[in-house]
């Protein structure tokens, strides 16, 4: 640093020491990295897509997902009797237990198959606007046994409008 000397206008050279001095007693600020695994948000989360109960956003508690009764004796595939309560119970908790929604897309994709309908027929001059039929699987020692589309939703513990859309979105991914 350059300075002038008291009383004269001869220029001194001081050495910059006391620069250094200051500036290592300086704190050094350094960013704070977020932890996205002690979100709230991420806890949720993590919570919902493993099935078990969890407090919303707006501090409501929703309930974890349980095993829905299975469909009646006047099913035509006669479901409840291939799959007692303790089986569909387990197929809930392994379900559940994946624990991420892409892992649940898969599983109701590789479970619903989506034919063209067989025979078109016709009532009245109308034809009909079904072009599709949807046939719903649960694995059972080892092979998938069809069932009826109530036994499929109540014993996973999702809407049918869950299975669906997430078929559709599953192939078009696919595909």
């Known amino acids: ?37 002690a979100w709230e948000e991420t806890k949720r989360k993590v919570e919902r ?7 919303n956003a707006g501090d409501k508690v929703v309930q974890g997902k349980r095993l829905k009764p299975p469909c009646g004796p006047k099913c035509y595939r006669s479901c409840h009797e291939k799959f007692t309560n303790d089986v569909r119970q387990i ?53 998938n046994v069809q069932v009826c589309r109530t036994m499929f939703f109540n014993t996973l513990d999702v809407t049918e409008r869950y299975g669906i859309h997430e078929f559709d979105s599953q192939h078009k991914f696919i595909i």
């Open 91 to 143: 197929l809930n908790q392994r379900f559940w237990a994946a624990g991420s929604v892409e892992k649940h897309w898969i599983f109701v994709a590789d479970h619903i198959e989506v034919t063209s309908t067989g025979k078109k027929t016709k009532a009245g001059d109308s034809p009909s606007r079904r072009a599709e039929s949807v046939k719903y699987f649960l694995p059972l020692n080892g092979r």
């Open 49 to 55: 897509n493993s099935g078990i109960e969890y407090v």
């Open 1 to 37: 640093m350059i300075a002038l000397s008291p009383g004269t206008y001869d220029v001194v050279e001081e050495p910059m020491e006391w620069v250094e001095d200051v500036a290592n007693d300086l704190p050094v600020e350094t960013k704070k990295k977020g932890d996205p695994q």
